[in-house]
């Protein structure tokens, strides 16, 4: 199990300081991870990897330095930060780097965000060989199309401790499961179509292996004989196994490193309609066991709930504490913790999983991947290659291939015309699936 | 080598002891991989070096194979005890203790260094490194009035290596990386655009010289007039000249990881019954190389103990090898090719490209470009990705022109082209005699981050879905 340390922290905080630093922030990071792999129903792997990491910022006298290392016996460590403080004096002063005002960081109190679950503990390598195997043999041998089935289970276990020279201390202890599974099929010719599938979860129990091959292999068999369409303009609707990748760029296009480099295609945007009415983005840190959620950021300042987007309307940037300094403006939190979409203009009652999305939009193409593509941070102008489907009065008819959507993210969201009610919650960012209006796509 | 023992604090019996252990339960092949890594980076923003980030990572990574399977442990310290944990944690994937293995007595392997570092950073320290990179920053910024930021990174990583296996091998290495990269922001009427730029290689401080900035604020300098001329073409399906160098992109995405023998071994590569078949034009090599001086993707000796080498992977129109590492060529009953590359020790090696490029055809660039009456010229990009199954690959194309009626007319940028490894390759018909490998900070991230290179001459491909207006 994870040894809890405050010790090494305590030492290279105060080593920090013996080498004349004015401020210091140290943060030890543990991890535990351990994985079974199966590929066509025989054990192909065991990992298992145990780890340390301490992290040291320095501050001295306005110049800055970051540094890690795993090499802790003390000796070693004195002379690691003998060498960090010597090399952070040479760097160029930089007035905006220091610790943030401890008024803004977290003090308590201490809230259970339920981030561990103790059932990591009771799993042994014959117990997630036997996961991997269970989400194998359920579709293993199966079915005619087979080429392979690679299955895998993993746990980890992180915890982290923080503390700097002006009296902050953050403790984090989460776990993570995960059952994945990938599979290939025989298609036309000599394609091989392959898909996956994963569920995952802080808690043991959101990771079931049953049915995890069975979704993996049905979305495989989904794509034979796909098509190439012709270019032109679609509705589509993005499925929430992938439609966090349209949330990305405006992400980074709010965040404080991308704002102060004016490499943004919202700068100068607060307060501003830029989005279509339906979007409501809110960054919540406090959702009991989801992934994600904290009481305090990188700087150790402590989380809020905000809503970043409210109504179309811009709300909120992510500044962490030294863009906020050198841009003149009020810290806010260094990046989201838990995204997720809130409804609006819609009665709260209404179902839209992906079917009723599907049935609401018509026609269109389903994304169900992306494969690729980029969007320009300072422009907003993208263009991916999907993979999908599709779908006529509402209901899937063919795969499609070979296609790139292009546009101007601004310009995409203002033509969101529903947002679904079926996010996941295994990742940190609750996206669920969501549908756009006329969006450029090239094919043949 | 003594070096290496005493940074690792360990011996040959010791390891041989471990190895050892690492087999008790059946394995019937096991290896040790020791890693001293150090990294320096600095940065340039608003025009000060006002940030240093240094990194020290240390441990040893053992590894278990049973036909062909996989056990995989690591220790972050070379403690004894802990190092044998982690080889008893590995043996676990075999379970025949009746069948026990003694490794080989070790013997050390040599092979030329491709990357010898002739520049020590002692003479080079980080005072004039910050200079270096203030006067980098200084010349780019003074290239246009438009240019309202750079920011430039100078990062040094160096890893010392100590490997050994079951079969006897033994070899210490020395591998440094040293990467420039700038990224410049404009801004004109409004608008903002960027363009980046790197250089990479497995030098030390002798990479750090004036031709070397020279060059590179050639590369920004080339691309200034367009970018805020450059509009999105129409989309479709189209012919595409791909420019010398860095297009070498297509051939990394559309046949490189197809080609890495890890799938073909699963089965699930759209190439994986094409060995000894014809699969494009007569006028197309395809090598995957470890062998160019200073690349960084070169490889004195791979993560496994397999001498780094050229691999031709399609030798006129023929395809000929895999990229293996010790499992896949066990599987298919050939040599290993050198493939076998891992992140760090706290990775499994597995197959993974080295310095991926198209030898020479004839002809020119200028002559393939008149060929085209309609189509694309594109000559810069940013990343790609691939469905080894299916077969489909993309990459984004950051800036190219228009060809019209044989000749390049409108700058165009921020497309994603989508095409069918198989098809796209046989699609190429027409090869320059200009092949050059890129040497910008290409890293593949199949399961674990690697650093590789890519080249191309130019080449015409006949068709491929370019994303676009409609």
């Known amino acids: 199990m994870i040894q809890f340390d405050h010790s090494i922290v305590e030492t290279a905080l105060q080593m920090a300081r013996e080498e004349g630093a004015t401020q210091a922030r140290i943060a030890l990071e543990r991890s535990i991870e351990n994985s079974a792999t199966v590929l066509d129903n025989q054990l192909d792997k065991m990992l298992s990897s145990s780890g340390s990491t301490l992290f040291i910022q320095l501050y001295i006298d306005g110049c800055y330095g970051s540094f890690s290392t795993n090499r802790l016996d003390p000796d070693a460590l004195r002379d690691f930060i003998r060498n960090a403080a010597a090399s952070t004096r040479l760097m160029t002063r930089d007035e905006c780097r220091r610790l943030p005002d401890p008024a803004l960081c977290y003090h308590g109190p201490a809230v259970d965000l339920q981030q561990y679950d103790p059932a990591v503990e009771s799993l042994t390598p014959e117990l997630r060989r036997e996961r991997a195997m269970t989400a194998s043999a359920e579709i293993f041998g199966r079915h005619p199309r087979l080429l392979s089935v690679e299955t895998e289970w993993g746990d980890t276990v992180d915890y982290s401790y923080t503390a700097d020279s002006q009296g902050f201390h953050g403790e984090t202890l989460q776990t993570t499961h995960t059952i994945n599974a990938t599979v290939s099929i025989r298609g036309r010719g000599d394609e091989k179509p392959e898909s996956w599938w994963y569920e995952s979860g802080v808690r043991l129990d959101e990771a079931p292996c049953e049915g995890c091959g069975r979704r993996a292999l049905q979305r495989a068999l989904d794509q034979l004989n796909p098509r190439r369409l012709r270019s032109g303009s679609y509705n589509i609707v993005i499925d929430n196994m992938c439609s966090s990748k349209v949330v990305a760029p405006i992400i980074r296009a709010i965040s404080g490193g991308s704002l102060q480099q004016r490499n943004s295609f919202l700068l100068d945007a607060l307060g501003k309609p830029c989005f279509s009415e339906r979007l409501t983005l809110v960054d919540d840190p406090f959702l009991p066991g989801l992934p994600g959620s904290r009481l305090f950021d990188n700087d150790g300042i402590a989380t809020a709930r905000r809503e970043i987007i409210s109504r179309g309307v811009l709300n909120n940037y992510f500044i962490s504490d030294y863009y906020a300094a050198k841009m003149g403006v009020p810290v806010t939190i260094d990046g989201p913790s838990v995204l997720r979409f809130v409804r609006s203009g819609e009665s709260p009652e209404k179902v839209l999983n992906l079917a009723a999305l599907l049935q609401e939009v018509g026609k269109g193409i389903l994304i169900t991947d992306f494969n690729g593509g980029n969007c320009n941070s300072g422009t907003g102008d993208f263009s991916y290659g999907i993979r999908g489907f599709l779908f006529e009065n509402g209901v899937v008819t063919h795969p499609v291939r070979e296609m790139n959507i292009t546009g101007n993210m601004i310009d995409l969201w203002r033509h969101l015309i529903a947002v679904g009610d079926d996010p996941r919650n295994s990742s940190r960012w609750t996206i669920p699936s969501l549908a756009f209006e006329g969006v450029n796509f090239s094919g043949i | ?470």
């Not at chain 2, 009427?189 to 030098?203: K, P, Q, W």
């Not at chain 2, 706290?346 to 490029?357: D, E, G, L, S, V």
Request: include cysteine.
């Open chain 2, 1 to 470: 080598m003594e070096k290496y023992f005493s940074l690792f604090q360990v011996t040959e019996e010791a390891i041989s002891g471990l190895l050892q252990s690492a087999l008790s339960r059946g394995g019937d092949y096991a290896d040790i991989f020791f890693e001293s890594t150090t990294s320096d980076e600095l940065t340039l923003r608003d025009g000060e070096v006002n940030a240093v980030e240094s990194t020290a990572d240390y441990g040893v990574g053992i590894r278990v194979l049973k036909e062909g399977h996989t056990g995989y442990a690591y220790a972050e310290s070379t403690l004894p005890a802990e190092m044998e944990q982690a080889a008893r944690t590995a043996a676990g994937i075999a379970d025949t203790p009746g069948l026990r293995l003694t490794p080989a007595p070790l013997k050390r392997l040599s092979a030329p260094n491709r990357y010898p570092i002739l520049g020590d950073w002692s003479d080079f320290d980080l005072l004039r490194r910050k200079a270096f990179l203030q006067h980098f920053g200084e010349r780019l910024s003074a290239l246009s009035g438009d240019i309202t930021k750079v920011i430039a990174n100078l990062a040094y990583d160096h890893s010392d290596i100590l490997f050994a296996n079951s079969l006897g091998d033994l070899y210490c290495d020395e591998r440094p990386i040293t990467s420039l990269v700038a990224h410049c922001i404009l801004e004109r009427d409004g608008r903002s655009e960027n363009i980046a730029v790197s250089r990479s290689f497995r030098r030390g401080s002798e990479m750090l010289t004036e031709s070397l900035l020279d060059e590179m604020v050639a590369e920004v300098a080339a691309h200034i007039p367009y970018l805020f001329e450059a509009r999105r073409p129409k989309g479709g399906q189209m012919p595409v000249v791909m420019a010398a160098g860095s297009s070498g992109i297509l051939l990394h995405e559309a046949i490189g990881h197809a080609f890495e023998a890890d799938f073909n071994r699963k089965g699930i590569s759209i190439f994986s019954d094409k060995m000894g078949k014809h699969i494009c034009s007569p006028q197309i090599s395809v090598v995957d190389d470890a062998t160019l001086p200073a690349n960084r993707g070169a490889v004195n000796i791979d993560d496994e103990g397999v001498p780094g080498q050229k691999t031709y992977m399609v030798r006129e129109g023929v395809l000929t090898s895999y990229l293996h590492d010790r499992i896949s060529a066990a599987h298919y009953g050939v040599a290993p090719t050198g493939n076998g590359r891992r992140e760090s020790f706290r990775f499994n090696p597995i197959p993974r490209m080295r310095c991926t490029y198209m030898e020479n055809g004839s002809g020119s660039q200028e002559e393939i470009i008149h060929s085209v009456r309609r189509g694309i010229f594109v000559d810069a990009f940013t990343n790609g990705q691939v469905e080894i199954g299916a077969g489909d690959f993309t990459f984004y194309v950051k800036s190219g022109f228009l060809i019209e009626n044989g000749r390049l007319t409108q700058p165009i940028k921020d497309i994603n082209i989508i095409g069918n490894g198989p098809e796209a390759l046989a699609d190429i018909v027409a090869v320059a005699a200009d092949s050059r490998v890129d040497d910008g900070t290409w890293t593949c991230g199949k399961d674990q981050y690697c650093p590789v290179s890519c080249g191309m001459p130019s080449v015409l491909v006949k068709s491929l879905i370019v994303g676009g207006d409609v």
